[in-house]
T-cell receptor, first 115, second 114 residues
Framework: AQKVTQAQTEISVVEKEDVTLDCVYE???????LFWYKQPPSGELVFLIR??????QNEISGRYSWNFQKSTSSFNFTITASQVVDSAVYFC????????????FGPGTRLSVLP | EADIYQTPRYLVIGTGKKITLECSQT?????MYWYQQDPGMELHLIHY???????EKGDLSSESTVSRIRTEHFPLTLESARPSHTSQYLC?????????????FGAGTRLSVL
């Protein structure tokens, strides 16, 4: 069965600190996609990144970086030099090719960046 | 930027009322979804649609119903609202085809049933 775990329920950091949000997934499928979404206080989920199971290259986008490791079934998200605007709930999600292509979301991690 | 709209943003209503939450998208996406988000943040898929006249129930059982008469419109209806329906409801859409499965979300409707 597919499952996404985000063990960190809440994280607080001070502005300019680096922070890593953990995501561990379970799947029997060899073909799948992993996602990260950001949910600011306004409520909508904002798409950040999608990675397919055949591409283990790490990705960097500005202050954001993602580390995908199939060996540990992890897809961790790092924010470098955090800012107050990064305060949000972050969701990791899994989509398997054989599961109606729907998403399974993790429980989310609430990040608070303090000034 | 996603063009998916939900109305109302906030709704406070009494028990027993019938309500419809609206969701519209202008991206021409075939697939649309409704999620329920509880106060503990978890998202649960309650309905989805592959296209016009297609509706499916999601993982979480819900007393709500949906319809898909037009590609761009996917309303959710509660025939008789109860306090247990108090939650945030998020609508999303994506292109057809698994390789194009990025879901784009609306801003949500926060429903309170008194």
């Amino acid at each position: 069965a597919q499952k996404v775990t985000q063990a960190q329920t809440e994280i607080s950091v001070v502005e300019k600190e680096d922070v890593t949000l953990d995501c561990v997934y379970e799947t029997r499928d060899t073909t799948y996609y992993l996602f990260w979404y950001k949910q600011p206080p306004s409520g909508e989920l904002v798409f950040l990144i999608r990675r397919n199971s055949f591409d283990e290259q790490n990705e960097i986008s500005g202050r954001y970086s993602w580390n995908f490791q199939k060996s540990t079934s992890s897809f961790n998200f790092t924010i470098t030099a955090s800012q107050v605007v990064d305060s949000a709930v972050y969701f990791c999600a899994l989509s398997e090719s054989g599961y109606g292509q729907n998403f399974v979301f993790g429980p989310g991690t609430r990040l608070s960046v303090l000034p | 930027e996603a063009d998916i709209y939900q109305t109302p943003r906030y709704l406070v209503i009494g028990t027993g009322k019938k309500i419809t939450l609206e969701c519209s998208q202008t991206m021409g996406h075939d697939k649309m979804y409704w999620y329920q988000q509880d106060p503990g943040m978890e998202l649960h898929l309650i309905h989805y649609s592959y296209g016009v006249n297609s509706t499916e129930k999601g993982d979480l059982s819900s007393e709500s119903t949906v319809s898909r008469i037009r590609t761009e419109h996917f309303p959710l209806t509660l025939e008789s609202a109860r306090p247990s329906h108090t939650s945030q409801y998020l609508c999303a859409s994506s292109e057809q085809g698994w390789a194009k499965n990025i879901q784009y979300f609306g801003a949500g409707t926060r429903l309170s049933v008194l």
